[in-house]
């Protein structure tokens, strides 16, 4: 994205957020639609959707998570907090795993996103898909999409050498030990419970990559 591009997005928000405040002083729900003359206009923005280009018009307000769940109905992301503390909602974007609702679309001009949906299919699983599946890696299933995104980027982050928390020592390459599983997988709550389960499926597809 071009600079300018990006300084007028972000003059946009900063707008669209005054905005709301002053209509939350005048007593106005932020649930309701913004009268068409104050809401912010749309803006422009291309990226890479699991390998497919897509052009979007979007309200700078849009977050990723919703441009691809409202704009392209790939549910497979889910919302769950919108507050950046779930997890639920974790895409990959150039590689690096990411909260996709806390981040907005226009950010991601040029970007390659891969969600749940372009990792596998049902006839041809990602080894990921299939290790949580062999070892029961989810209960209802909610956080699945983006345990399993976060699961297959944690996996290059190891390979990529990027150190964690738990890592003994920082001048030795990090190997998949199920304390380095866990911590990195600490920012995908699962409500159901399948932590334990997780990082089997984790650690056997880790394994088979040796
Ligand atoms: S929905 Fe994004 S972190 Fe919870
Ligand atoms: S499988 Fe239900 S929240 Fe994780």
Redesign the pocket.
């Known amino acids: 994205m071009e600079e300018g591009e990006y300084e007028i997005s972000r003059r946009s928000v900063l707008v669209s957020s005054a905005v709301t405040a002053t209509l939350a002083a005048a007593g106005v729900s932020e649930a309701q639609p913004l009268p068409k003359a104050l809401a912010p206009a749309d803006h422009k923005v291309s990226f890479v959707v699991n390998g497919k280009g897509q052009a979007f018009s979007l309200d700078p307000r849009i977050t990723l998570?919703d441009a691809l769940r409202e704009h392209l109905h790939l549910t497979g992301t889910?919302?769950?907090?919108?507050?950046?503390?779930?997890?639920?909602?974790?895409v990959i974007v150039n590689g690096e795993r990411i909260?996709?609702?806390?981040s907005l679309a226009l950010q991601h001009e040029g970007d390659e996103v891969t969600t749940i949906e372009g990792l596998g299919t049902p006839e041809k699983l990602h080894p990921m898909q299939a290790a949580f599946v062999k070892h029961d890696g989810y209960q209802c299933g909610y956080c699945t999409p983006g345990q399993i995104c976060s699961a297959v980027a944690v996996l290059d982050e190891i390979k990529r050498g990027v150190p964690s928390h738990v890592q003994a020592e920082l001048t030795r390459a990090p190997t998949p030990t199920n304390a380095e599983l866990r911590e990195r997988m600490s920012g995908n709550i699962c409500r159901c419970g399948a932590y334990s389960n997780i990082a089997e499926a984790m650690a056997d597809v880790a394994e088979a990559r040796v």
Do not use: M
């Open positions: 998570l889910k919302k769950g907090c919108d507050h950046g503390q779930c997890g639920a909602c974790t909260n996709s609702c806390l």
